[in-house]
């Protein structure tokens, strides 16, 4: 039982550049949720899938693209990478939204 | 807006001692108040969580204290230990609001 898989673990993309981070869950969660960490202003939700076929806007979504590829799987996808998006990317699962989250390991990301 | 405002931003706490974390929230509506405890190169992990239908939780040494009239609540750690240096997240409402963390150092 891994929990939440996320891949790749760091990953250096240059500006304009594209790239997807991948996410899977072996916990039979329906939610799933990406979330970005910069330093002092904690996690912020980017996109979540409430149930498998559905995805909403977190607090923020702009420069990037979600996918429910599945029950198990829940992708991010930076178009046109921008230095702003310089992060550390965290994806959860939960079993429904107002419960815990369980957290994978991260995704650091630097766009130069 | 939908804020979690957590304080301090940082804190040194003496093996032994008690640590205690604040946060305040805006909105009402918020019904789920966790915390988590992250530590270096890790995600974040749920250490205690609480809704407003009660005033105290306690697990083992983590408390959390709710002021549901104040919008706030707290994490208490009693006998703080070396091993609970980390960072703390406060959040709430069910697609989590964070706080922005506190970092907690314990020294022996």
């Known amino acids: 039982n891994a929990g939440v898989t996320q891949t790749p673990k760091f990953q250096v993309l240059k500006t304009g550049q594209s790239m997807t981070l991948q996410c899977a869950q072996d916990?039979?969660?329906?939610?799933m949720y990406w979330y970005r960490q910069d330093p002092g202003m904690g996690l912020r939700l980017i996109y979540y899938s409430a149930s498998e076929g559905t995805t909403d806007k977190g607090e923020v979504p702009n420069g990037y693209n979600v996918s429910r590829l599945n029950k198990r799987e829940f992708s991010l996808r930076l178009e046109s990478a921008a230095p702003s998006q310089t992060s550390v990317y965290f994806c959860a699962s939960s079993e429904r939204t107002d419960i815990t989250q369980y957290f994978g390991p991260g995704t650091r990301l630097t766009v130069l | 807006q939908q804020q979690v405002k957590q304080s301090p931003q940082s804190l040194i706490v003496q093996k032994g001692g008690i640590s205690i974390i604040n946060c305040a929230y805006e909105?009402?509506?918020?019904?789920?108040f966790p915390w988590y405890q992250q530590f270096p190169g890790k995600g974040p992990a749920l250490l205690i969580a609480?809704?407003?239908?009660?005033s105290e939780k306690k697990e083992g040494r983590f408390t959390i204290s709710f002021n549901k009239s104040a919008k706030q609540f707290s994490l208490h750690i009693m006998d703080s230990q070396p091993g609970d240096s980390a960072t703390y997240f406060c959040a709430a409402t069910y697609k989590l609001i964070f706080g922005t963390g506190t970092r907690l150092q314990v020294f022996p």
């Open positions: 916990m039979n969660h329906n939610s």
């Open positions: 909105n009402t509506a918020f019904d789920y």
């Open positions: 609480i809704r407003p239908d009660v």
